[in-house]
């Protein structure tokens, strides 16, 4: 059973900063891609960023330039580097890990907060 721990969410003003990381843990398959969706209310669930078994990365047009992912391969914990951060990125963050079998685990979710 796959279990993923976040944390790093938080209040931070326009144009500041936030690290999030998500930790697996647990027995499992290894992994196929990993990442962050995010839903701001009234919303649609979109992708914030992701990386691939072959390291490749990908990034949601709202987001791209101002948000970095990376992974610890050791740790199996991805982080997401987000800077320069607008009101519109306010939204609960939610990590994610799909095995080699596309079998996708989730973790509980984090607020973000940005205040104008």
């Known amino acids: 059973q796959v279990q993923l721990a976040e944390s790093g969410g938080g209040l931070v003003q326009a144009g500041g900063s936030l690290r999030l990381s998500c930790a697996a843990s647990?027995?499992?398959?290894?992994?196929?891609?990993m990442g962050w969706y995010r839903r701001a209310p009234g919303k649609q669930r979109e992708l914030v960023a992701s990386?691939?078994?072959?390291?490749?990365?990908n990034y949601g047009d709202e987001v791209k330039g101002r948000v970095t992912i990376s992974r610890d391969n050791a740790k199996d914990t991805v982080y997401l580097e987000m800077n320069n951060l607008k009101p519109e990125d306010t939204a609960v963050y939610s990590c994610?890990?799909?095995?080699?079998?596309?079998?996708?685990?989730w973790g509980q979710g984090t607020q973000v907060t940005v205040s104008a």
């Open positions: 647990g027995i499992y398959y290894s992994f196929n891609d």
């Open positions: 994610y890990r799909r095995n080699i079998r596309m079998y996708v685990n």
């Open positions: 990386v691939n078994k072959d390291g490749s990365k």
